[in-house]
């Protein structure tokens, strides 16, 4: 990965990274969460494209990056003139994750996150990620040890708690600002509830009453009215889209045109289609024909659901191994009885 190292004389203060942050999300409506497999350099790109403000990179972790591991490197590389950008980090030793954040520093993102709300067993299991929330002491130590260690601003991103038995979201929240973050994302569950059930958006709004820092919302949000609903009931800075974005960058654009009060009508298939080859072929100028193909699998079924016919296709996309092929299922499906159509919107939890 090639650097663009940043040598200070002296680190701002956090009074003016706090108010950098600030400014950042005061021009910010969206932003792209980190997600691993799926927020790549080529992927953000696409996202800024159709007007995210913010973007994320996969998060990393802080082991990975101190051994030198290429593909965790990979993972921070950034695009040319790519900002604002956030690089988001994981792990449970302080000392560690502050090392860790000074080699992600010289790759000049805007932003070194800290992921605390992570989920996934083999995130937890390390004691890092949702973990941390049952180790409030631990995580103080964490945010504090990277604070001291980089200039660049570092925010957090969490969950409710633990479980519906460890709501401890004020609490955590409290003791981010005082460690000295810059802003918080929050996500609308608990760590035991993974990805189900419906994003309770009334915890965010009691951080949201409550923080000095920006509040970013997160959870649910998949549309324009979602996201007109979110800010309208949480009153937070700006909305993080994770799931919602995965094969339809389109709701960046959607958001913007809510945020705007204008109208908005989804793409056709025909330029879904399109978008998803460009998205494919950019995949395969990064990373290969056969990885770029295997890595945009997901995306391209997320890309597809809802169409008429769209289960046959992934089918027969999933038995190649090559972009000939690939594209050649794609254009005849953008020249069948499915063309014209507008792409499905995704079901919102919290529609009226």
Excluded at 5 to 18: A, G, M, S, V
Excluded at 140 to 161: F, H, N, Q, S, Y
Excluded at 284 to 303: H, N
Aim: some cysteine; aromatic content about 6%; hydrophobic content about 40%.
């Amino acid at each position: 990965m090639k650097h663009q190292t940043r040598i200070p004389t002296t680190f701002p203060t956090l009074d003016e990274r706090r108010a950098a942050v600030r400014d950042t999300m005061t021009r910010a409506d969206v932003l792209l969460s980190p997600m691993a497999g799926i927020s790549d350099r080529v992927f953000r790109a696409i996202c800024r494209d159709f007007g995210a403000d913010v973007t994320y990179c996969e998060f990393v972790s802080a082991d990975g990056v101190l051994h030198g591991n290429e593909k965790t490197f990979n993972l921070m590389e950034l695009g040319p003139e790519e900002t604002p950008v956030g690089i988001q980090l994981f792990g449970s030793n302080p000392a560690r994750m502050a090392e860790a954040a000074v080699t992600a520093a010289r790759a000049a993102p805007d932003i070194i996150d800290l992921n605390f709300g992570c989920p996934v067993k083999k995130v937890v299991k390390k004691n890092g990620g949702s973990a941390l929330l049952a180790n409030l002491p631990l995580m103080d130590e964490i945010v504090r040890a990277v604070v001291a260690a980089v200039e660049v601003p570092v925010t957090a991103k969490i969950r409710l708690g633990w479980n519906t038995g460890c709501m401890n979201y004020l609490e955590t929240t409290r003791m981010l600002e005082e460690a000295g973050v810059c802003a918080v994302t929050v996500h609308g569950r608990t760590r035991d509830q993974g990805f189900r059930g419906i994003a309770a958006w009334g915890p965010i709004a009691e951080i949201a009453s409550r923080a000095t820092v920006p509040v970013i919302g997160n959870g649910d949000v998949w549309n324009g009215e979602d996201y007109l609903r979110m800010r309208a009931e949480t009153g937070c800075d700006a909305v993080m889209i994770a799931r919602g974005a995965i094969g339809n960058p389109w709701v960046f654009s959607e958001i913007k045109a809510a945020a705007r009060g204008d109208s908005w009508e989804p793409p056709v298939v025909e330029e879904v289609i399109r978008v998803l080859i460009d998205h494919l072929d950019a995949e395969i100028e990064l990373k290969g024909q056969r990885t770029g193909v295997k890595r945009m699998r997901r995306q391209m079924a997320s890309y597809l659901k809802g169409f008429p016919g769209a289960v046959e296709l992934r089918r027969g996309i999933f038995e190649h191994h090559d972009r000939d092929g690939v594209v050649a299922l794609l254009q005849t499906f953008a020249a069948s009885p499915a063309a014209g159509q507008p792409k499905p919107p995704h079901p919102s939890p919290h529609a009226n």
